[in-house]
Each structure stands twice: as C-alpha cells, then as structure tokens.
C-alpha cells in the first residue's frame, strides 16, 4: 500500500500553483478527473472500480492506495491530461527513484 497526498498543490515548471478558477487545482482534482472521465472502456464492472476509487481519492484524506489503484491512476491520467500534469503527477503517486 502506498499513502497518497492527494492535497498537493499542482505546480508549473516554476513552482507557481496552477489555478482552477479561483482555487488551487489539487493532485485529488487531477485523480478524480481522471477516474470519472469516459473513455472507452464498456464494462459496468471496471466503471464501478473506478468510481470506487474516485470516492477514496474525494475525502480530503490521504488514502492507502495498493499498487493496481496507483497504476489504474497513472494509465487514466496520462490519457486525460497534457504533459505537464501527467509528469507533475506521477512525480507525486509514484516518485522517480
């Protein structure tokens, strides 16, 4: 299991937070985004286990993430966002060694 810290603040590559409107966008904006986005997947099953997740990653706690949640949240998020995000984010879910 792997703790999260899901109210990290997203940066630009200058460290300056990057903005939702008014609101820091948070690395749980970018999970739950990425979660509750359509794509194609078709099965009721999968869609489930991803909303399940996304509830997890909604409840301003730092959830214990098993390794199959971290690479289901990479592989989402790397197709929802550009790159900037997706390097931001995976630095954060899953630090480079």
């Known amino acids: 299991m792997m703790k999260i810290k899901l109210a990290t603040v997203m940066t630009d590559l200058f460290g300056?937070?990057?903005?939702?409107?008014?609101v820091d966008f948070l690395l749980s904006?970018?999970?739950?985004?990425?979660?509750?986005s359509p794509d194609d997947e078709k099965e009721a099953d999968?869609?489930?286990?991803r909303y399940r997740l996304a509830v997890?990653?909604?409840?301003?706690?730092?959830?214990?993430l098993s390794v199959e949640e971290v690479a289901l949240l990479k592989?989402?998020?790397g197709?929802?966002?550009p790159?900037?995000?997706?390097?931001?984010a995976y630095d954060l879910i899953d630090p480079p060694a």
């Open 16 to 22: 300056k937070p990057i903005k939702n409107g008014e």
């Open 79 to 81: 197709r929802v966002y």
């Open 83 to 88: 790159p900037l995000i997706v390097g931001k």
């Open 56 to 64: 997890k990653c909604s409840n301003g706690a730092d959830p214990d």
């Open 46 to 49: 999968e869609k489930v286990k």
């Open 29 to 36: 904006d970018v999970c739950m985004n990425a979660l509750l």
């Open 75 to 77: 592989k989402l998020i």
